[in-house]
């Protein structure tokens, strides 16, 4: 066992999953969270239960610690959107090849399996209810505050999986050249959830995300593994504001998504009205990610972004999935492997933070447009016919490896020739359309 303490700060997933890899290296490792054990008793009603959509990235470091197949029942496999217009009308649009799919999977029981993992390691111990109040990352001096108490602690090596608003990372810009962004989207949203049919059955077609896209605001709706469904609504912060009763959020529905309305429930939607408070969203970039040898940022924490991607989990476990392979390679140098994984992560995270910010355009407004649509066709052709070539943008987040940076750079160059094929198609038909314009009028002239 190694006599190095390592001291995680955070939350959720990203943070439980990072804490098992260390511990699988022989490292001695605390968790310190200021929530209390969600296996004990339910979450708080304000807690996020939006599902998570877990892509081959997410999957396979799930795979490496060995709890893939204690999730797979509690996931829903999604295979394409499903686009709901305002008439009711519905068509899908496939994530990939038909046979490849998304896993809508629950985000708290993901989090108790992980847990249940993590307290079968002997060298690693959570301690909830401890609320970090002062820490000397130089030092590696931390005190948290638990049940009115002081509680110091000494680390050698600090890790700040401690989400968007991170602790650790304002701590980190006191002490280093830290370069930080953060953007607020003017949008926020809001939950509702959609009950199981008198049947006991699914309430609308389970294997796909469904899709309400009015080009300003957005709804997703996606489905639990006890055949309920959650819906999250996105808009603007003053369209939210402009409801001002129950009676104008019934109207809300009855006009943009009247289908939506038969789902959720006239009165579920009258009851949830005045808890109606929209969670908002941001969007961080920052760099380097590290201090020495001695703390670093990961998850949210480093790069959060925008839910629309359905990268957020994936991208943290794919930073815990990068610092195990560096760790390897530079034999538990930390000092080492945080200074490499700042230099090569920095292009991914920035990368997959625009692309959640173009997903969401996407998802929203693009999805209505008939040049989409087209554009969407050419690409899943050109993909059919250069399968290892053309790789379409979701299909390289979700389905490869791909790094973030290099599947931003493939998307620039394969739009560029997505519009050059339209704009000389368009040109072709033009010029069809005047040679047998033409061709007519010539022809009429002779008969005459």
Known sequence: MSEKHIVIVGAGLVRTLNAILLAKRNLTVSV??????????????????????????????????????????YQVAMFARMVHEVDGTMHPLYYGRKEQFILSTQRNKLNEILLNAAEKFPNLTCFFEHKLTSCSLKTGQLEFLHKGKKVRVQADVVFGNDGA???IRLEMMKCSLMDVQQIYVPYGYIELPVAKTKNNDFALEPQHLHLWPRDDFLMLCTANWDRTFNIALFM???????????????????????????????????????????????????????????????????????????????????????????????????AAAFSEYSRCRKADAHAVCDLTLYNFLEMRQLVNTKTFRLKK????????????????????????????????????????????????????????????????????????
């Open 32 to 73: 310190y969270e200021k929530r209390r054990d969600l296996r004990r008793e339910p979450p708080p009603s304000g807690r996020r239960t939006t599902n998570l959509a877990l892509t081959s990235r997410g999957m396979a470091a799930l795979k490496q610690v060995g709890v893939a197949e204690q999730i797979a029942p």
């Open 165 to 167: 608003h991170s602790t």
């Open 236 to 334: 603007r912060f003053e369209t939210f504001s402009s409801l001002k009763t129950e009676d104008d959020a019934v109207e809300f529905f009855k006009k943009h998504f009247p289908d939506a309305l038969a789902l959720v429930g006239e009165k579920n939607l009258r009851s949830s009205f005045p808890t109606w408070y929209p969670y908002p969203m941001v969007t961080i970039k920052c760099s380097p990610y590290h201090i020495e040898g001695k703390a670093l940022i990961m998850g949210d924490a480093a790069h959060a972004m925008l839910p629309f991607l359905a990268q957020g989990v994936n991208s943290g476990f794919e930073d815990c999935m990068l610092l195990n392979s560096l760790l390897d390679i530079h034999k538990d140098n930390f």
């Open 377 to 448: 066709k050419l690409d899943n052709i050109l993909h059919a016919i250069l399968p290892n070539n053309w790789i379409p943008l979701y299909s390289m987040v979700a389905f490869t490896d791909i790094r973030y940076h290099i599947c931003k750079q493939r998307k620039q160059y394969q739009d560029q020739i997505l519009n050059c094929i339209l704009v000389l198609g368009a040109a072709l038909l033009f010029f069809l359309l005047i040679t047998t314009v033409i061709w007519v009028y010539v022809s009429w002239d002779r008969h005459w």
